[in-house]
């Protein structure tokens, strides 16, 4: 049965944090029933969100949200591997390093996976909106997803969280969907649908996300079993509702979850129903420079020669040196210095080791 065909309202925990985020990521999942969905013994994959390798806190998931999940979950899984992939501009290996979730891979010893390097197979897609079959890593069809994304704003989806992170399992190449961006999300949460899902609102991004935003220090923790339904609280909690979340209507009306106020039941951490919610308002994300410039090129008529041919590796450099000029210029390094030092959470980020 669709999720948001189910009578009993779908639980969506909002938590706040406290000086123990670890256990709070704990009790956060126990009140949204975690082990109903997650059966015993299974082989999950745990996909966080590492999207970006000039580190800044807000637009990567946090680790020491990672390791409260790796704890909960540990009580019940078989094995544990922590997945993400590189995008055009972006190493996601680079990320692990930064964040130092290799060092909580290595001290749980959770299997690191790059799903860019692993091996994908075509997956059909019921009722394909843009992809009759998706290209996915093999991994990925093996195992439980639990997904932990970051609360942030996204210039083209209006909102990253529960949904928008599965972006990331499609190949390297991912980036020529985004003019049907909307459509091709709906169509892999069809087929990769997560289990579960922790979103981080510890340190979230307001402003151009996913990369180029402002970190925000918002002390919260979202969880539920209905990925949609989670977005679709984030989205009131960080004032963005009066936007059109296109890719959260086409995956309610697909099945995959709940965005019906009616049909969500929002509780704290100790499971107890909430009678109003944060109100934050975010600043929504703009098209930053490089997304001006690939908008434009896609509407021209040269768009398959650009991005379809070896054309497009120029390219790749010279956003890639907007973005350094942006970090470490312009403002990214204050603002990741910023937060790590007036941040409850600025322990888990310091002492970074050499970015690689």
Known sequence: MPANENR????????????????????????????DAIPQGAAIALKPNLGWDLFLPGAVTSPWVVE???????????????????????????????????????????????????????VPVPGALQLPVANLPEILTQRILVTVPVMKTHNKTVLSGAIKNQWGCLPKLRHNYHPVVHEVLRDLAVVLRPAFTVLDATVALEGNGPKSGRPRICNLLLAGSDPVAVDTVSARIMGLERFRLRHLELCAAAGVGTNDW???????????????????HFEPAHHNAVSWVETALRSSFARRWIFESPVLVPLCWGARLWYYIWYYVIRGTRLRDRAIRQSPYGRQWRSRPTPR
Request: negative net charge; aromatic residues 4%.
């Open 262 to 280: 009616a049909r969500i039941r929002v509780v704290d951490g100790a499971g107890v129903p909430r009678d109003a919610l944060p109100e934050l």
């Open 68 to 122: 409260g999940v790796v704890r909960k979950l540990r009580e019940r899984a078989g094995s544990i591997c922590l997945v993400e992939a590189d995008q055009i501009l972006v190493s996601c290996e680079r990320s692990l390093h930064q964040t130092r979730m290799a060092e909580l891979c290595a001290r749980y010893d959770l299997e690191w996976v790059n799903l860019s390097r692993s091996r994908f197979v075509p």
């Open 8 to 35: 009993d309202p779908t639980i969506v925990v909002v938590a706040e944090t406290g000086a123990d985020l670890i256990a709070a990521v704990g009790e956060a999942m126990e009140a949204a029933h975690w082990r």
